[in-house]
């Protein structure tokens, strides 16, 4: 029986909670599983693959080729995908879903040497930061098994919220901010935060949820430290004396 599109995302979860992935691997093998449906990969029992540019991919998963190069040779190396392509710039490379059809084996599973292979001395750290990002994000494991097709960079999140005027009219009034303006600062400041808590997916609609909870917080929070700064002694000034 061959493998259909949410057991291809359930093999994911299922590894991942073995040991989890980066934020780039993630983000890749959801890119690749939406090429494959569009392809008609999981359907179709004549299509055993699919192909894609390096420049579309690098475009829709927001990554360098570098970065790309070594999320597709994790994932082929877990079992999760194998791809080739001729070697040639510019040219589309296949993709097979291990476990979607039965991919042949005279494929060559080496990326082309006219590739780039090194990566400058930072890339560890910052796939260290995007793992431990992944592995403390505050989704719940039935969020993770439901809605990732729909995760995005919070960054994407933050300019979709900033463009919704009806939402942050609601908010103003709710919170009584005052002013859509006022609502904009604040979501900036959400999003700020999460960047500092190692939060860097979110889809829309938890967003918004968790901008809508930690607000009033923030709110009582700047509230009292107001209150502690009115009720401090005025230090004395020059002019005093």
């Known amino acids: 029986?061959?493998?259909?599109?949410?057991?291809?995302?359930n093999r994911f979860w299922e590894l991942d909670n073995e040991k989890p992935f980066s934020a780039s691997d993630?983000?890749?093998?959801?890119v690749l599983l939406k090429y494959a449906n569009k392809s008609r990969l999981f359907a179709d029992s004549s299509c055993a693959y699919f192909t894609q540019t390096n420049k579309r991919i690098m475009a829709d998963c927001g990554i360098s080729i570098n970065t790309l190069i070594s999320a597709k040779r994790?994932?082929?190396?877990?079992?999760?995908?194998r791809f080739s392509s001729s070697g040639q710039k510019g040219d589309v490379t296949?993709?097979?879903?291990?476990?979607?059809?039965?991919?042949?084996?005279?494929?060559p599973?080496?990326?082309?040497?006219?590739e780039p292979k090194t990566e400058p001395s930072i890339k560890n750290k910052e796939e260290e930061s995007e793992r431990d990002a992944h592995a403390h994000t505050h989704e719940s494991p039935i969020f993770q098994q439901i809605g990732n097709l729909s995760l995005k960079m919070i960054d994407e999140c933050k300019d979709e919220v900033l463009a919704d005027?009806?939402?942050?009219?609601?908010?103003?009034?709710?919170?009584?901010?005052?002013?859509?303006?006022?609502?904009?600062e604040f979501v900036v400041l959400f999003f700020k935060h999460l960047q500092n808590t190692g939060v860097m997916r979110k889809s829309l609609s938890d967003f918004k949820?968790?901008?809508?909870?930690?607000?009033?917080?923030?709110?009582?929070?700047?509230?009292?430290?107001?209150?502690?700064?009115?009720?401090?002694?005025k230090k004395p000034t020059v002019a005093d004396f």
């Open 1 to 9: 029986m061959n493998m259909t599109y949410i057991d291809a995302i």
């Open 26 to 30: 993630t983000r890749l093998y959801f």
């Open 74 to 81: 994790r994932l082929q190396n877990i079992g999760l995908i």
């Open 94 to 107: 296949k993709y097979y879903i291990l476990g979607a059809k039965t991919e042949p084996k005279t494929e």
């Open 109 to 114: 599973k080496t990326e082309p040497k006219t």
């Open 165 to 184: 005027t009806r939402y942050l009219e609601i908010i103003a009034m709710n919170n009584r901010l005052g002013s859509v303006e006022k609502s904009q």
């Open 209 to 233: 949820a968790h901008f809508g909870s930690w607000l009033p917080k923030k709110l009582q929070e700047l509230s009292k430290t107001n209150e502690q700064q009115e009720n401090e002694p």
